[in-house]
C-alpha cells in the first residue's frame, strides 16, 4: 500500500458524458501527479500540482481539467468523454519536487 | 525532450535463471532514472531509483539496475527469478533541473513472464 488513495476503482460511462476523478496523497506529500496509462498510447503525464498550484503539464487534452484542493486532495475532470479516453487514470504523489514518486492504484474509466 | 525506450516488449523466462530487462533513454539534460513494476491490476510500485554516485544501485525483491552514461542505458537485472516476479516492468527518467518539476516519462514496459 503506497499511501495514495484513489476513488472510484472503477467508472463506467457514455460518450460525452462528464466524470471526476479523485486522488488523496500520502500524508506530508505536497505534490500530485496524474498520469493515463492506456494500451496504444503507454504512460504518459498528464500534469501536476504542487501545494495547491499548477506546476507542470503534460500532453492533457483541453477537454480535462485538475485542481489541488486546500487539503491537498486533488480531482481529474475529464469532460465531453469520447471512446478513447478509455484508459486507467493513475494519481502519484511526492514530498515536493521530488524524484520519487508513490502511485495510486488507479481509475480505470470505460467510456461506452 | 526526453525519450525512453525498453529494447523488448516481452521476455519470458524459466523459474531460477537470470534474467535482464533493457532501457535506454534519451535526454538532452542529466536525468534521474528508475525502474516500477506494475502487477496485474495494481499501480505503480518502484523498484529502485539512480540519482548519482555509484552507477550500480540495488532496489527492492532481489532487482538491480546499472546505469551507464555513456550508451544512455540503465539496464534492470536479476540472479534468479520467481514465478512472483510475472509483472510488468517500465523503466523511467525524469529531469534533474528545469520546468519538468519531477514528471516521468516512461518507456513502453516490458512483460516478464516466469515459467515454472
Known amino acids: 500500500d503506497s499511501g495514495v488513495t484513489q476513488t472510484p476503482k472503477h467508472l463506467i460511462t457514455a460518450t460525452g458524458q462528464r466524470v471526476t476523478l479523485r486522488c488523496s496523497p500520502r500524508s506530508g506529500d505536497l505534490s500530485v501527479y496524474w498520469y493515463q496509462q492506456s494500451l496504444d498510447q503507454g504512460l504518459q503525464f498528464l500534469i501536476q500540482?504542487?501545494?495547491?498550484?499548477?506546476?507542470a503539464k503534460g500532453n492533457i487534452l483541453e477537454r480535462f481539467s485538475a485542481q489541488q484542493f486546500p487539503d491537498l486532495h486533488s480531482e481529474l475532470n475529464l469532460s465531453s468523454l469520447e471512446l478513447g479516453d478509455s484508459a486507467l487514470y493513475f494519481c502519484?504523489?511526492?514530498?515536493?519536487?521530488?524524484?520519487?514518486?508513490?502511485f495510486g492504484p488507479g481509475t480505470r474509466l470505460t467510456v461506452t | 525532450a526526453q525519450s525512453v525506450t525498453q529494447l523488448d516488449s516481452q521476455v519470458p523466462v524459466f523459474e531460477e535463471a537470470p534474467v535482464e530487462l533493457r532501457c535506454n533513454y534519451s535526454s538532452s539534460v542529466s536525468v534521474y532514472l528508475f525502474w516500477y513494476v506494475q502487477y496485474p491490476n495494481q499501480g505503480l510500485q518502484l523498484l529502485l531509483k539512480y540519482l548519482s554516485g555509484s552507477t550500480l544501485v540495488k532496489g527492492i525483491n532481489g532487482f538491480e539496475a546499472e546505469f551507464n552514461k555513456s550508451q544512455t542505458s540503465f539496464h534492470l537485472r536479476k540472479p534468479s527469478v520467481h514465478i512472483s516476479d510475472t509483472a510488468e516492468y517500465f523503466c523511467?527518467?525524469?529531469?534533474?533541473?528545469?520546468?519538468?518539476?519531477?514528471?516521468?516519462?516512461f518507456g513502453q514496459g516490458t512483460i516478464l513472464t516466469v515459467h515454472p
Open positions: 500540482y504542487y501545494n495547491g498550484e499548477e506546476r
Open positions: 523511467a527518467v525524469s529531469d534533474r533541473g528545469g520546468t519538468s518539476y519531477g514528471k516521468l516519462t
Open positions: 502519484a504523489s511526492s514530498v515536493a519536487h521530488s524524484y520519487e514518486q508513490y
